[in-house]
């Protein structure tokens, strides 16, 4: 009997042994097949388009950038980690000058190797109008995320220096957006960035192999990944672009892919029931209501936005959501590094409607204001149902909100005209969700006083000598700790002087095939596709 | 002849200016920036004037209509500003699989609306004929898109015979006629089927119905004609409506679905001009709709000559 326990014991070891190994070892793992909301396959040459999803399966799979982000914790916020370079520091005395210290024997998937020279040329292929590597298509995607940037040189072969404009510490959040293509391969392919888009090379950990427009993208793992922790698991990952939702869920019930971008809520129950995962997290994002600060503009009374923050009971709006959602506390969702200590929001009508009578408005006489909103649009969740639902809950405090509901484009085009344009009709609020992964595009670009229409996004012309002095002090911070305190003191900022009626934060939902293992879900907008195995 | 034809030519000119001008300017009424396809959302209006700037999107648009016919008329559609890519390769790429796609769905749907209209024709006021009729109405009532969904959840995630998207296994460019490829192709082709069959069956018995009331067949069964026969002499003279109908009906097949091509994520200009349009992609847009509008008028033109074929009335 003992020997037989013996035995059983002893060959469970052997079998947990040998799935350790397989795992450790990165041994091939199936096939992945994703649909993604994008209609087209995002562009492959290196600075791909659609936005966070274009980064997301065409950026950080193909290629890395010089500063990636962290993306291996679902519980810890994801911040930024060395990628092709290992280290970075600014001049002590101007604060212009960054070195960045590349990291050795990396290759590209070509076998050509990475440089300083790499650096530079992908630089100039953004910025320097006049070289030969520039490209117009990469460059509107790209030149945009990188302002700071002034000037750039090789110091030797592993090392680069950036020099910024003025000093800006946001300069690493920036470089994080621009994947490094293969001058070689380039060169090799008749200097053609058509020919390069088919076939393109990266350092990233997937090679991609073939694509067809609008159809289909494969990827392979690059087993030379310099990065071993990270090469994938998986045999193959393939993208699928499937804009129309209900095709998406389809197409994963009946098996033809194993995941699948952003189901509807209203298949989320289904899918459960059909034992497929829905995996959610926090990620940065908000849905709010932009206030106009505009002169005459009721939202230059505090009283009244604190009493529009008071009178949302967002946790209804969350029922409403089916639970995909997190109710908001602050600008940033709740366990952002960023968050600080703020005065949270919370559902307290009494207060809200005590503040709307102290500001000269009752239920009886009540405060008109005309929203902008969109009918739909990227991130904005069901905007509809989810408006309707916040105009009924001002106008139990005292409000009478008025909706003007535009296209998504025509509100894009509103929102970067600012509130004063007649584009935005004489609206005192815009709805809005935020892409708010950096600092700059946090915080800053809403309410920094020169970033007005046409200069920046400011909608709302809010302008206040300490914020900006506030943002001024976490631009030019340059030690991490510092950087961090004072950004938190900006978003308290946000939340006590309730800036933006905040609302609710996306919680980035996916659904998968019960196949489908090992995905850990970052709080990011960007993904890491290496852990995942089907099975 | 030559006279008739040169004549319906001629008439072409005019039509496809006035078209090519009204999908040119169509476009413009829609909200939104013509460069949204390219810029990151967070762009500023700063950075949108300088691109438009670059794109000449900056200029009137007159003088943009008038480049954009003049490489229109040297077979140049631009460059799709979202992609990158040649607007002719694009649409070459996506007009074949709507190709295939409208020649499979007119095949199920003229084959079974001539068969149900001849039916419904000859068994007019039966039971039969009610039975065709209400088939008929169906199909050219039912949402393609509903009917779409429905098939999918029957046929794909139901019973899993069917997939539910897509053009193959490895994308639509390594299409080949065999089960593995052509079973892509059933559940979009009988979605699209169902309104030409509809449309065909109603048309089809209708005229049936009407010339075998007339005189001509009496006679013709006096003087001792068969069944065949007399059915002979019915298709020859239900052949020119049905003939222009069937003609339309392929025109808009021809012309792909954007509601059913998105449903089943089919690679036609349907699937093209649906992401072209949220993509605000004006070169594609623009190049699409005149492709397809000028397809439309070729098309009519031929039903026109192969009605006058038919017809010798109608030359005159």
Not at chain 1, 31 to 54: F, H, K, W, Y
Not at chain 1, 111 to 140: C, H, I, M, R
Not at chain 2, 208 to 236: C, D, M, P, S
Request: glycine share 8%.
């Amino acid at each position: 009997m003992y020997k037989g326990r013996f035995t059983r014991l002893i060959t469970g070891l052997i079998a947990g042994s040998a799935l350790a190994l397989t795992a450790g070892t990165g041994q091939a793992q199936g096939v992945l097949r994703i649909g993604m909301t994008a209609s087209d396959i995002p562009l492959t040459t290196g600075q791909p388009d659609n936005g966070g999803e274009g980064q997301r399966f065409l950026g950080y799979t193909v290629y890395d950038a010089l500063i990636n982000w962290d993306l291996s914790s679902s519980t810890k916020p994801s911040g930024l980690a060395p990628g092709l370079a290992t280290a970075w520091k600014v001049d002590d005395k101007e604060h212009k000058h960054w070195t960045f210290t590349l990291r050795k024997g990396v290759k590209f998937h070509d076998g050509s190797e990475f440089t300083a020279e790499a650096v530079v040329w992908n630089l100039d292929k953004l910025l320097k109008k006049d070289a030969p590597q520039f490209d117009s298509k990469q460059a509107a995607q790209g030149s945009s995320r990188i302002p700071a940037v002034a000037t750039y040189k090789v110091i030797d072969p592993y090392t680069v220096e950036i020099s910024t404009k003025e000093p800006d510490a946001f300069l690493p959040f920036q470089m994080a957006w621009i994947p490094m293509s293969s001058p070689a391969q380039w060169e090799k392919l008749g200097k053609s960035w058509e020919a390069f888009a088919k076939t393109p090379s990266g350092t990233g950990p997937w090679k991609l192999i073939s694509w067809t427009p609008r159809e289909r993208a494969e990827m392979v793992p690059n087993k030379e990944y310099w990065d071993k922790a990270r090469v994938p698991k998986l045999d193959k990952l393939v993208l699928i672009p499937l804009p129309e939702a209900n095709t998406r869920v389809a197409a994963l019930r009946s098996g033809q892919v194993d995941w699948i971008e952003a189901p509807p809520p209203d298949a989320v129950a289904s899918l459960k029931a059909a034992k497929f995962q829905i995996v959610t997290n926090a990620y940065p994002h908000n849905w709010v209501w932009h206030l106009s600060r505009v002169e005459g503009s009721p939202f230059n009374d505090i009283r009244v936005r604190r009493a529009a923050n008071l009178a949302v009971d967002r946790n209804g709006l969350n029922q409403l959501l089916g639970g995909l959602s997190i109710p908001a506390t602050g600008f940033v969702p709740p366990g952002s590094a960023w968050f600080g200590k703020p005065t949270e929001h919370k559902f307290d009508l009494a207060s809200a409607r005590k503040l709307m009578a102290e500001a000269g408005y009752t239920k009886a006489k009540p405060l008109t204001i005309k929203v902008l909103i969109p009918s739909s649009g990227s991130g904005m969740m069901q905007p509809l149902p989810m408006n309707e639902f916040v105009q009924q809950n001002l106008n139990e405090a005292g409000f009478k909100v008025e909706f003007e509901v535009l296209e998504w484009n025509a509100l894009i085009s509103a929102w970067r005209a600012g509130a004063k344009d007649p584009l935005s009709r004489g609206a005192v609020a815009l709805n809005y969700s935020y892409f708010i992964q950096d600092p700059f595009t946090a915080f800053t670009r809403h309410v920094q006083s020169d970033l007005t229409s046409p200069k920046g996004t400011n909608w709302g012309y809010y302008k206040e000598p300490a914020m900006d002095a506030l943002l001024l002090k976490a631009k030019t911070t340059f030690e991490s700790d510092a950087q961090l305190k004072v950004l938190q003191e900006i978003h308290e900022k946000f939340v006590n002087d309730a800036l933006f009626l905040d609302i609710t934060h996306d919680v980035n939902p996916r659904a998968m095939s019960p196949k489908v293992h090992g995905f850990v879900q970052a709080k990011n907008w960007f993904q890491d596709f290496s852990p995942i195995f089907v099975k | 002849m030559l006279l008739y034809l040169l004549r319906r030519v001629l008439y072409v000119i005019p039509i496809a200016l006035a078209v090519s001008a009204v999908c040119f300017s169509l476009v413009f009424l829609a909200p939104g920036d013509p460069l949204s396809a390219v810029i990151p959302p967070d762009a500023t209006a700063e950075l949108i004037t300088k691109l438009k700037a670059d794109y000449g999107f900056d200029q009137p648009v007159p003088v943009q209509f008038g480049r954009w016919i003049g490489r229109a008329l040297h077979g140049d559609l631009g460059t799709s500003i979202a992609t990158g890519r040649p607007v002719n390769a694009e649409i070459a790429r996506a007009i074949v699989n709507t190709f295939m796609l409208a020649m499979c769905a007119c095949g199920i749907g003229f084959f079974f609306g001539l068969l149900f209209g001849i039916v419904a024709g000859y068994f007019h006021g039966r039971w039969l004929d009610k039975l065709m009729t209400s088939i008929a109405v169906t199909g050219v009532s039912v949402p393609h898109y509903w009917l779409g969904m429905v098939l999918v959840i029957v046929f794909s995630v139901l019973l899993d015979w069917l997939p539910a998207m897509g053009a193959g296994e490895s994308g639509s460019e390594a299409w080949i006629w065999d089960w593995d490829h052509i079973k892509y192709l059933v559940l979009p082709a009988v979605t699209l089927s169902f309104i030409p069959m509809g449309i065909v069956t109603r048309t089809v018995r209708a005229i049936v119905a009407e010339i075998l009331n007339q005189e001509f067949v009496q006679a013709l069964y006096a003087k001792g004609l068969t069944a065949t026969g007399v059915f002979r002499h019915v298709v020859k003279n239900a052949a020119p409506t049905t003939l222009a109908v069937m003609g339309i009906q392929l025109g808009y097949l021809l012309g792909g679905s954007i509601l059913v091509e998105t449903v089943f994520a089919w690679p036609g200009t349907g699937f093209l001009l649906n992401t072209a349009i949220f993509q605000r992609d004006l070169p594609l847009l623009q190049g699409t709709i005149l492709f397809l509008a000028l397809f439309f008028v070729l098309l009519n033109l031929i039903v026109d000559v192969a009605q006058g074929l038919f017809d010798p009335r109608i030359k005159r």
